[in-house]
């Protein structure tokens, strides 16, 4: 079964406005932990940010934050005032307690920011 | 400034030969381990390793081994390649130690490799 779904394969968003990039993830474990990359067009995975299941709190980073909500299990990627430069695939990710060195990454989206 | 490196950058080869794709990280890192990426699939893992020694099979392991002879490596050998085997292949790192749940993976600026 599927892990962690991405059901935005594309998505475009005006610069300078807020975007949602929506992920849901699947798993009985209590304690896992949920991630979101970027990677550009060159290629490369650039970490985002970072969400525990015990965390009380929303994760912030700069323009990102992750809209956790955990009885829905749903760990959506909000860009605030998108740039040229947020062009680029999302992957959502999730690392479970029992097995935590092993992570399952979603499908992805493609986000295009238009000028 | 420690980094990960995977080399070839891009490589082609002809269905039945042996591939060996190298990740060579200098975060002196325990854990390592190589992806996939297909379109559709996201990363998928092939093999991760937590120590010298030790190596373990993930979600895509046939038609793949690796071996972990020092801290800084982990080969990926494609052991005879097939078309199917063509894909973007990750590398990535992590520390190991805290065994923390946000222990996050850096990853190498991976491989595409493409079976003729």
């Known amino acids: 079964a599927q892990k962690i779904t991405q059901t935005q394969p594309g998505m475009f968003v005006q610069e300078k406005e807020a975007v949602t990039l929506d992920c849901t993830y699947d798993?009985?474990?209590?304690?896992?932990?949920l991630f979101w990359y970027k990677q550009p067009s060159s290629g490369e995975m650039i970490f985002l940010i970072y969400?525990?299941?015990?965390?009380?709190q929303n994760a912030t980073e700069g323009r990102y934050s992750l809209n956790f909500q955990k009885a829905r299990k749903s760990a959506n990627l909000v860009i605030s005032a998108s740039q040229l430069g947020d062009s680029a695939m999302y992957f959502c990710?999730?690392?479970?307690?029992?097995?935590?060195?092993?992570?399952?990454f979603g499908a992805g989206t493609r986000l295009t920011v238009k000028p | 400034d420690a980094e990960i490196t995977q080399s070839p950058r891009h490589k082609i080869t002809e269905t039945g030969r042996q591939v060996t794709l190298a990740c060579h990280q200098t975060w002196n890192h325990n854990n390592m381990f190589w992806y996939r990426q297909d379109l559709g699939h996201g990363l998928r893992l092939i093999h991760y390793s937590y120590g010298v020694q030790d190596t373990n099979k993930g979600e895509v392991s046939d038609g793949y081994s690796v071996s972990r002879s020092n801290t800084e490596d982990l080969p990926l050998t494609l052991e005879s390649a097939a078309s199917s085997q063509t894909s973007v292949y990750f590398c990535?790192?992590?520390?190991?130690?805290?065994?923390?749940?946000?222990?996050?993976?850096?990853f190498g600026p991976g491989t595409r490799l493409l079976v003729l």
């Open positions: 969400q525990g299941s015990y965390d009380e």
């Open positions: 990535a790192s992590s520390d190991g130690t805290s065994g923390s749940l946000r222990e996050t993976q850096y």
């Open positions: 798993t009985s474990d209590q304690s896992y932990g």
């Open positions: 990710a999730m690392r479970e307690g029992d097995n935590n060195n092993d992570m399952r």
